[in-house]
């Protein structure tokens, strides 16, 4: 499979031409090997990644969280290691990081719904001019604790609950990762609790004062559907053996 092809398929899939305020780079940040033969992906573009994808000889990798953000860095220390071993290895890097999460089909938002059962969706919380939230309705009301087990099972993480909304929760917004920013948003779409993936700072009086449930699953975890979804993808439409790098870092 060409990369060129592949990148655009990925692009186009992903609409990755609508996320232009994101912070990240998307698309492909960094150019390796022509052809791809084997494909990887993961959360984080962190060194333990690229290693354990060299060891591999992946020709590609795929990850939610890539090297470039904002204003532009120095390529000195962990960045040159980091961009070093992608080369010389022959590694292309592909980044998703908004145009994965609120994915209707593959992403995080989206997946993390699919697995709780929640129905009759909509989108909800704006960020950076795009509505990146899901919100819906569960299939019967439960207990704030009850939603947390159901999500611990899915993502094999440890939940927290900040239980300050209603003691049973029906309506359910979900912003994977460091979502908590949109807890008025979900306060004031109807929804009974927030899933994200952590905290801020200000989230605890926000939740407190909004009535709302906030629930956090852990960043990495609640953002490692979006990336091995998407993977599925392209071992279904080409063929290509794909793997999951997994690299938790228990936030």
């Known amino acids: 499979m060409r990369l060129a092809a592949l990148a655009r398929w990925i692009d186009d899939t992903l609409d990755i031409d609508a996320f232009g305020a994101d912070s990240s780079l998307n698309g492909l940040q960094v150019e390796g090997r022509k052809t791809v033969k084997r494909v990887a992906t993961a959360v984080d573009a962190c060194e333990e990644t690229i290693t354990r ?24 220390g962990f960045m040159a290691r980091r961009l070093r071993r992608l ?13 994965l999460d609120c994915h209707p089909e593959l992403g ?23 509505d990146i939230g899901v919100r819906g309705a569960l299939p019967r009301p439960v207990a704030t604790a009850s939603l947390a087990a159901r999500v611990r099972r899915v993502t094999g993480a440890p939940v ?39 905290p801020a700072h200000s ?36 063929g290509l053996p794909v793997s999951f790098i997994d690299v938790p870092t228990g936030l």
């Open 53 to 76: 994808a060299a060891r591999a000889r992946i020709d590609l990798l795929i990850v939610h969280h890539g090297l470039f953000w904002g204003p532009a860095v120095p390529i000195t």
């Open 87 to 99: 080369l010389s290895n022959g590694i292309s890097l592909y980044a998703a990081h908004l145009p």
């Open 203 to 238: 989230a605890w009086h926000v939740a407190r004062e909004a009535r709302i449930n906030l629930l956090c699953g852990g960043h990495y975890a609640t953002e490692t559907l979006g990336v091995r979804t998407l993977g599925e993808r392209v071992a279904g439409e080409f």
């Open 108 to 130: 995080n938002n989206a997946r993390l719904a699919d697995l709780l059962g929640v129905e009759d969706r909509d989108r909800f919380g704006r960020y950076k001019g795009i």
């Open 160 to 198: 927290r609950t900040f239980p300050f909304g209603p003691s049973r929760i029906k309506r359910l917004g979900i912003v994977s990762g460091g979502g908590s920013m949109l807890l008025q948003a979900a306060a004031e779409a109807g929804c009974d609790a927030l899933l994200t993936g952590e």
